[in-house]
């Protein structure tokens, strides 16, 4: 399922917060009311929407999470400017949202395991001096390294040329 109109929301803040013209609280207050229906970004897994929502909604929200300082109100300048790089990636984000195709890429989380831990793990961990974790990692990257070989990585959330190569005759924002 596409769903335009969150889509093409969440394309006009990530735009807003990734050059600067909105804070990261902002940011967060504009999604909550546009996008996730009342949940913060890095939480919004937790929501019964996200089980049956636009497949490329949650992953752009957790890449959003990752751009910004969450434990301060600022802005994307000066010492906070993100990089070149990251640029380019949000503006491949952005022209994914604002076409019409449906994400193809199967859901991968990237958070730290560590976030969702049990009480027994965290004592596992614990008790192996961080051994347990270091494996848990490691799976992680193992799978990591398989997701990104499903597709061309390079230009994801694209899963391949031919689509990013459709989508780039579009300019949204010069129309």
């Not at 909105?22 to 996730?36: G, K, P, R």
């Not at 939480?43 to 909604?57: E, G, L, M, N, P």
């Not at 961080?130 to 494996?135: K, N, V």
């Amino acid at each position: 399922m596409v769903d335009i109109e969150r889509r093409r929301k969440l394309a006009l803040h990530l735009r807003h917060l990734s050059v600067g013209l909105i804070s990261n609280d902002d940011f967060e207050d504009n999604l909550m009311d546009d996008v996730t229906n009342g949940w913060l970004p890095e939480q919004y897994y937790k929501s019964k929407d996200a089980k049956f929502d636009d497949k490329i909604i949650q992953p752009m929200l957790e890449l959003c999470w990752g751009l910004y300082d969450d434990t301060r109100n600022h802005r994307l300048r000066g010492a906070d400017k993100l990089p070149e790089q990251s640029l380019k990636v949000i503006a491949r984000c952005i022209l994914f949202l604002r076409g019409d195709k449906e994400y193809e890429w199967p859901y991968f989380d990237t958070n730290s395991p560590l976030f969702k831990f049990s009480l027994g793990e965290v004592l596992l961990t614990i008790l192996s001096l961080g051994q347990y974790y270091r494996d848990i990692r490691k799976q992680q990257e193992k799978a990591f390294l398989e997701f990104q070989n499903l597709g061309n990585f390079d230009i994801w959330p694209f899963l391949n040329q031919n689509d990013y190569d459709e989508q780039l005759k579009y300019h949204p924002f010069l129309k």
